[in-house]
């Protein structure tokens, strides 16, 4: 009878493994938020939710913009282009699918590395709205260059972006959640937030402390029934490159992606950050493959995926890392 029962549940382990492996195979996320898109809530879910939306002005951002007004969400929507988000808010309103209206869009111009400005914006929005029920840390700025090129300068500017200014702005904002014992935190990461990548230093260093901020904020709010959502894309079509920073202060990519890469849709990829955010997820990662299917293999196998990548070499990495 025992020999039966563990013959069974061999068969049981063989049988889900190769349908985790099949599903993670045909998908272009971690196979927890394929799973959470098929059967679990949409963002439709979120409907009537205050949403704080940085880097709103393009991009993932933007995209994140449409998927919420669709979905019912109020929005705040931040970046720098004061211009640029008023195009965001007229292409949401203008939308048949939209379902909220002109005074449930608050446009705010805001620099993530003004740290002193943040209480003032969070009392703004609380005035407009009453409250904000979820933030999604979202403006970033990427980085292109070899490690011994780059200015310290360029390492502090991107840090600031990346790093501190989702930090201060959630730090501004989290007494008012805390005390409504409500609310959530979304972070837009990167897989370079899991692994280092050849070609992008201060991206890299800057995402994996934003990983090491919000995981650590994660354990100490969790009392306060407000959770931390971690969201990693991979390669996504966006402005990322043409504005990603370089070694030296100022100068920037300048560089659009083509069209032939492997790379996702920033529709899709908000598709399925909103999903994440829905069904408060602590961490997904959306990418195609094969940067998906790499980031498994180097998080279960460390040590066999960092030879791996010595022995491909810097210019294989970033052609990889470009989607090539």
């Known amino acids: 009878m025992v020999l039966w029962l563990l013959e069974a549940l061999a068969i049981i382990a063989i049988i889900s493994a190769l349908a985790w492996f099949i599903i993670l195979i045909l998908s272009d996320a971690d196979v ?9 809530k949409q963002p439709e879910s979120l409907a009537g939710k205050v949403v704080w939306v940085t880097g709103a002005s393009s991009g993932i951002g933007e995209a994140i913009a ?5 979905s019912g969400c109020k929005l705040v929507l931040t970046a720098r282009r004061k211009e640029q988000l008023e195009k965001v808010k007229q292409t949401c309103l203008a939308s048949a699918l939209c379902k909220v209206k ?3 869009i608050l446009i705010l111009p805001l620099d993530l590395t003004d740290f002193e400005s943040h209480a ?14 979820i933030l999604i840390n979202n403006a970033g700025k990427s980085q292109r260059a070899l490690w011994m090129d780059v200015e310290l300068s360029v390492d502090r500017l991107i840090y600031e972006v990346n790093a501190l200014g989702p930090v201060s702005l959630t730090q501004a ?3 008012h959640m805390i005390e409504r014992k409500e609310g959530q935190i979304a972070v837009v990461s990167s897989l370079a937030g899991k692994v280092g990548v050849a070609g992008m230093r201060s991206y890299n260093a800057a995402k994996h402390a934003l990983q090491g901020y919000f995981d650590s904020l994660r354990t100490e709010v969790s009392v306060n029934n407000i ?11 966006t402005q990322a490159l043409f504005n990603a920073a ?15 890469e492997r790379r996702m849709t920033a529709k899709r990829c908000a598709y399925l950050t909103c999903v994440s955010v829905a069904n408060r997820q602590y961490e997904s990662w959306v990418s195609p493959h094969p940067p998906l299917l790499l980031i498994y293999i180097v998080l279960m196998f460390p040590d066999l995926s960092k030879w791996f990548m010595k022995k491909l070499g810097a210019k294989a990495i970033m ?5 090539k």
């Open 32 to 40: 927890s938020l394929i799973l959470k898109a098929k059967f679990g």
């Open 66 to 70: 449409y998927c919420l007004a669709e």
């Open 102 to 104: 002109d005074n449930d």
């Open 120 to 133: 003032q914006k969070v009392q703004e929005v609380l005035e407009y709205f009453n409250k904000v029920d």
């Open 173 to 175: 904002l989290l007494p």
């Open 227 to 237: 959770d931390v959502t971690i969201v990693c894309p991979g390669p996504v079509f």
């Open 246 to 260: 370089t070694a030296k202060m100022g100068k920037e990519v300048g560089k659009h992606m083509d069209v032939s």
């Open 319 to 323: 052609a990889f890392r470009e989607g």
